[in-house]
């Protein structure tokens, strides 16, 4: 197949009028999208961006941030977007871990770049996107790329070479480049594309961040199918509403908080959303009543839950619209993550020896698709011991598949906590804690949130006189406000076994009484 920068090249000649994005205000055809790109990429090489090398951009959504995606990977080189939520230090980690030689920034980021510029080791360019007025050393973003012609060096792209490398945290506590090839895009955009319904008329929408697998494979996806995109540029649930009215939107994927505060705003209530065919929803748990009181307010509109990872390209499973009829026939259904898509395999494992366990049983979630990653940067023993060498990758999550195929997520082998659609590392928020000089001892775990899913709960040891609203100030100034406990239990002791390991399970048992999983 065409590498994905090929792709948009034949869009462009095959439908140069077509609006490929619009952007608020804006719109930019394919012919101007496919030339833009170009100039992105002469700007980026004579910057001394080459083969192989990061380009890291700290923005919310924009036309821009597409421009130097596809710019970059048109000379090879791989962008690296950076969650704008984080704390400044978190951002300094991963640009310096990916040797980022140009760091692109929207203007409001401009305090971040400020804050870190003297800790980016390998950065020679600094570009601020509507940085009108911003004064060398740094570069506004339309000068620096209008002045050079849409002709950048010839570059034969090979389809296993890295597209994007998005940052996944670990259960270290550090995030971790996962590199992503134009291979694993192109094993998943076909399947995608006939399982939604995408015809010519399609409109999506991309609504989440596009330093989210989310946000990243829709805006390569209006590409990959030649439609029309619409770009918000922030999960904002009313303005996502009024552009749907606005664009009349056919597709879009949200994240279950989102159509909660959908349900909770009249305003919402009052825009014409009956353009929508089909809504995906997915990237963290969601209850049943949340989703049956989306479809109520959404009565025409398909809906298909999607399970996957940053590292699995997105999604691997979902759940069809006819799976979703409370008085169906297989009701239980809607609390399934659905089926694997083509190309795709599951196996449910034991997580201690990796062998198969009977159908019905929970395990860990291995996964075996075109789609699995490359690998993660510059890190040879995470990528051996998360993709296994007969082609499985480890997940980390624990589930079951039933005797139809369909996958259930049960619970976490991993720590991990998804809160809002974000991930959040219990180690992370825990190193924070332990710099505290009267926490003494501290475990962070996850609770249930009717709004969020679930949240990250500190449990606390002292070693001296502090409060809650102190614990979670220290996290604040530390880390990202989505990362930080939004309560805390203060205990005499932290439950461990004979080999120091928290018993979490143990600790979460209360908060999660009387919920069917150990996810919300």
Known sequence: MQALTDVLRQRAQAAPETVAYHYGDREITYRELDERVDRAAAALHAAGVGAGDRVAILDKNSIEYVEQLFGAARIGAVQVPVNYRLAPSEVAYIVDNARAKVVIVGSEFVPVLDAIAGDLVHTTHQVVIDGEGTAEPRLDYARWVAAYEPVPPPHDVDTSDVFVQLYSSGTTGLPKGVMLTHDNFLSMLPNTGELWGIDEDARLMVAMPMYHIAGNALSVAVVFDGVTGVISREPDPLGIAQDIERHRVTHIFLVPVLL?????????????????????????????????????????????????????????????????????????????????????????????????????????????????????????????????????????????????????????????????????????????????????????????????????????????????????????????????????????????????????????????????????
């Open 260 to 520: 909660l505060f959908w349900q909770n705003m009249p305003q919402v209530a009052e825009c014409d959303l009956s353009s929508l065919r089909l809504l995906l929803y997915g990237a963290s748990p969601i209850s049943r009543e949340v989703l049956t009181g989306a479809m109520k307010l959404l009565p025409t509109t398909a809906f298909r839950q999607v399970y996957g990872l940053t590292e699995t390209t997105g999604a691997i499973t979902s759940l069809p619209p006819e799976d979703h009829d409370p008085d169906g026939p297989h009701p239980r259904r809607l609390a399934s993550a659905g089926l694997p898509g083509d190309g795709t395999d599951l196996r449910i494992a034991d997580p201690a020896t990796l062998e198969p366990v009977p159908t019905g049983r929970v395990g860990e979630i291995l996964v075996r698709s075109p789609q699995n990653m490359k690998g993660y940067w510059d890190l040879p023993d995470a990528t051996a011991a998360a993709l296994l060498e007969d082609g499985w990758f480890r997940t980390g999550d624990a589930g079951y598949l039933d005797e139809d195929g369909y996958l259930y997520i049960h619970d976490r082998v991993k720590d991990m906590i998804i809160s809002g659609g974000e991930n959040i590392y219990p180690a992370e928020v825990e190193n924070v804690l332990m710099g505290h000089p009267e926490v003494a001892d501290c475990a962070v775990i996850s609770v249930p949130s009717e709004l969020w899913g679930e949240t990250p709960k500190a449990i606390v040891v002292k070693s001296g006189e502090v409060t809650e609203q102190q614990i979670i100030d220290h996290c604040r100034e530390r880390l990202a406000h989505f990362k930080c406990p939004t309560s805390v239990d203060f205990v005499d002791a932290i439950p461990r076994n004979l080999t120091g390991k928290v018993l979490k399970r143990e600790l979460r048992l209360p908060y999660w009484e009387g919920h069917e999983r150990a996810v919300h």
